[in-house]
């Protein structure tokens, strides 16, 4: 039990450490013998992490004063940390407990006490097929929450970035984040554009959402598809007419610069991108009828 899982954290502190983040303990998914099990499906990163940038400066973080991770303090095991360390620690009773979530989605469905915990959490899309786990950021709030963060922009941030890329990492508030979800392997059919609370991967003040064929991001790599109606899900801004108009076409998901969105079905100059972009939206329009109030905020996009 102490060894298996300890073996497990030591893979999780591999992808950790891949990903440029210092693991400060970690709690793998839920595992029936350690009681709590929501606590345990979090990983216990350091919400600073997402602050301060990650690898250079992680090493500062003590964790000690980490007031925005919610419910985690039973996590936090000495035990578990020298565990994950220990270099001859290659025993495995076989004690394998029950795999990761195939998304936020499902975490919530099959944890529903993870509801308004937002944080990071280990995900495997494939289940036991051969994709490794790894860890998203999950909005369990909004809206009924099991959101996947699949990008989020940041100040001064430059391509690529988008639905089929691959850059940064999601609790890296300082550098973009894309996931490349159709190697990921999630699948979804909604989603939600949201801005960025101040140093956080929590929505701000502005959300929205639509729905969208679970074929979306494959379908749609040079096309752009009609997203309406889009539905406010946070902010004052409640423009009838299918939403936000500068959010009503989606796709054209092969674009390497943005999460595309415009109020047109024209994507084929760079110059005129609009939607998400590495460095925050960019919507044209700034007001609530036509882009939402979004414009030069910095943003996110979850799928469920
Ligand atoms: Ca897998």
Redesign the pocket.
């Known amino acids: 039990m102490r060894r298996s899982r300890g073996r497990r954290i030591l893979l999780l502190s591999s992808l950790l450490a891949a990903c440029g983040l210092e693991v400060t303990g970690v709690g793998l998914v839920s595992d029936p013998q350690d009681g709590g099990a929501a606590g345990d499906a979090r990983v216990n990163g350091d919400a600073s992490l997402a602050a301060d940038g990650g690898a250079e400066e992680g090493g500062k973080d003590s964790g000690a004063s980490d007031g925005s991770q919610l419910g985690d303090a039973g996590n936090r095991d000495a035990g578990d940390a020298s565990d994950a360390n220990a270099p001859g620690d290659s025993g495995d009773s076989g004690d394998a407990g029950p795999p990761p979530p195939t998304s936020c989605k499902t975490l919530l469905a099959a944890i529903p006490s993870t509801f308004g915990k937002n944080g990071p959490y280990t995900i ?1 899309p ?8 790894f860890i998203v950021y999950c909005e369990m709030s909004l809206d009924s929450g099991g959101w996947t963060l699949v990008g989020h922009s940041a100040p001064a941030g430059a391509p690529p970035f988008g639905w089929t890329t691959a850059t940064g990492s999601p609790l890296n508030l300082a550098l973009p984040y894309s996931l490349n979800v159709p190697a990921s392997g999630l699948t979804f059919t909604e989603v939600l554009l949201a801005d960025q609370a101040t140093a956080s991967l929590d929505a701000g003040t502005r959300a929205y959402k639509f729905s969208v064929a679970a074929d979306f991001v494959a379908k749609y790599l040079d096309a752009a598809v009609s997203t309406s109606p889009v539905t406010t899900v946070l902010g004052p801004c409640n423009p009838g007419g299918g939403g936000p108009v500068m959010l009503q076409n989606g796709g054209a998901t092969s674009v390497t610069d943005s999460f595309f969105f415009r109020d047109n079905a024209t994507f084929n100059d760079p110059g005129l991108r609009f939607g998400l972009l590495a460095r925050g939206f960019d919507t044209y329009f700034t007001n609530c009828n036509q882009g939402g109030d979004l414009k030069t905020r910095q943003g996110s996009v979850f799928v469920r």
């Open positions: 495997d494939d289940g036991t097929g051969p994709k490794v786990p």
